[in-house]
Each structure stands twice: as C-alpha cells, then as structure tokens.
C-alpha cells in the first residue's frame, strides 16, 4: 500500500476523532522514527509520552517475542508466572505503602478503578479534581476531566464531581464536604498545559486529606515512570498518595493501565466488583517487565533530569532570542514551551523538518521524548526550531 492509500482508508474507515498530522510512520528505533517514504524524524512525541524507553528498545522486543511463543492469554481467573514478575516490580518501583495493585489497560480505566475504589472505600460520592485537569474521556474519568469540548456533548456525566482552582488549599479546602471521598490530582498537568504546582501544594493536599479522612488520588499516567526526573513526580515533593494512577510508559508501547493502593483500600473491593477481561495479560505483562528493567537498569530517570535539564536550558536560550515565546517550563524529559500565539504551523513545520512534537492547548509546545533520546537529537530539535521561530517571527513583522 502506498501513502495516498493508507490515508485514504484511516480517512474513510477510522472514527474521525484524532487530529491526524501528515505523516505515515513506519518504524522506529530510540528516539527516532521513520515515515513510509523512510525519512527520518527526531520523536518529541513518545506516541503521546508512551514509550518512555524508546521505539521498540530491543529488551522489550525479546520479552514480547519469547511470551508470544510461550502463552499470550491469560485470564486473571488463572494464576500466571509473568503477571506475578510484574506485580512484586511495580510494588518495587511505586512509593513505599503502595502495595495492591489492580491491573487495567488504559490510563482512563486506571482513573475509572481510583473513582470507583474510593467510593467503595470511603462510603462517600464526591470527588474534588482541579481546573484544567485532564483524566480520560471514559465517563467516569471525563467527569473528573475539565476541558469543556470533551465534557459539553456528553452531560449529564456523573454526580458529585467538583473542580476547584489549582494551587489554591483554601478553595480545596472550602469544596470539601462530609460526602468528599477523594482529592484526584495530577503532580503535573500534562494536557492542560504542562503545569508545575506550586510549592507547597501537593504537600498541603496530603494535610488535608489526612486531616479530613480524604484519600488522596495520584493521576501519573503522563508524568510516572521516570519521565520528570524521579521514577514518578510525587517524589519532587516527598507526596504519598492513598491511591497511584499509571499507564502510557508503563508495558514499553503495550497498553497497560495500573492502580496501585494502599492494602486496606484496595481491600474494599470483593470479588467481582471490579475486573477487565484483559487484565493482566502476558503478553503485557512481559513487556511491562522489561521495561522497567530497562528503566531501572539503565537510570533512565536520572538521564531524565539531566537530559531535561539540557534540553530546558537549550529551549530558554530559544526564549531570550524569540520574542514570539512567552515561556518555558518543564520537569526532566516532561517541557513546555509556550508561545504568544497558536503553534499549529509550528507543528507542521517541524514535521517538514525532520521533528515531531506535541501540543498542549492552542499555544503550547510539549516536549515528551523517550528517555532514551541523545544530546545530538536534543540540539537538532532545538536548531529546527530556532530556524521556525526565526521564519514565523518574521512573517508575523511584515503582516
Ligand atoms: C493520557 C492521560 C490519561 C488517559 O489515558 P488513556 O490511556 O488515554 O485513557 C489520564 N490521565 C492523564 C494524566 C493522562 O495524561
């Protein structure tokens, strides 16, 4: 099948609700991906913050291939030695007196598993999430969800969601209820714009919630896995959540959703009231372990900081040249950079040139390489972009 082909059937055939960009990749390997036509792109991307360890890291590739030979389904009804690796690791990883996990298959089913467990738990309905959030778009975790384009066409969703303004305990503190099960909060908001808390905040919602019995819900999906610098963010503020979302990064590519609680918690749920066909699944599972081997073997999250740390101060210099960037922020491998207006021909052309990257809102760029990503690629991204910004400034002087 040739490109025009390609598109001309993900056009016809596919729910058109992605905003597709002009590009047909077909393979990657690092940091690096190839279109159809084998040009070459540095992936800013991570397939939205996925493969932390790279396309394809070959550890991951052996783990898939040999669990695809030996079993690929297995019903959690059934125990199974892969699936067992993998829990004792990811106990091993996540902060100390996370300890029971649930294994799902997507990031909002990871939110979903948190809602329903903390109502399950607490007795209680409410849940309190910030402005700006950003959970899934299943029902569950769309309600917990902010952006008015994913939530107007779909009211009613459910009851007892309230959304308070970010970096502020007082009103946090005032939408608490003698019904609020749980505080849901991402350590950094990833679509809304990648935004740091302030100091203090996270700190000051594990007060609360200690001091009013409410169950702090951890959303890291985006910002777990070593991506900010630490094997998951709440460790920049010394946080421990009740509840830990994870996914994207987690299975080295493989779909994989976990929420991992506190034993008594988790231990609210009977057998039965909660459960996913595919949950735990080998194939998965195996994959998952290689990539945290690869993750913990090689200091990805240190290389995150360093890296990150690099590449931040690369994209600051950017700053000082271009009056057109307004601001840069970011933790480790985890940088936004915000512009004084929209960046869609920026995306665009950066994908000419060689650079995939992500948006986050109308006017900001998200930079989500795998960890794995080198200098070189780092200071290419940042030459295409100074080169863009140069042109788009100058277009913007003459109109
Ligand atoms: C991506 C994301 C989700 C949703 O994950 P899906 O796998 O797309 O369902 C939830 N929370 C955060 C913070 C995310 O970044």
Redesign the pocket.
Known sequence: MNEKEIIEIEERLMANVFSKRPVTLTKGRGALVWDIHGKEYVDCTSS??VCIVGHSHPKVVEAIKRQAETLISCHALFYNDVRSELLQKIVQITPKGLNKVFLGN??????ECAIKLARKFSGKSEIIAMMG??????MG?LSA?WGKKYREPFKPLLPGFKHVPPDNLERVSEAITENTAAILV?PI???GGVRIPKNGFLQGLRELCDEKGILLIL?????GFGRTGKMFACEHWGVTPDIM?L??SLAGGL?L?VTIAKENIMSAFKVGEHSSTFSGNPLVCAAACAAIDVVVGERLPERAAKLGKYFKERLEELQARHKIVRDVRGLGLMIGMELRFDVLNILLKSIDKGVLILDAGRNILRFLPPLVIEKEHIDKVVTVLDAILEEEENERLRS
């Open positions: 939205y913050g997507s990031g909002a089913e990871s939110v959030a950003f959970h899934g778009k299943t975790a969800t991402e908001r990833g679509e959303d890291e999906v985006q910002t979302c996914a994207k779909p959703g």
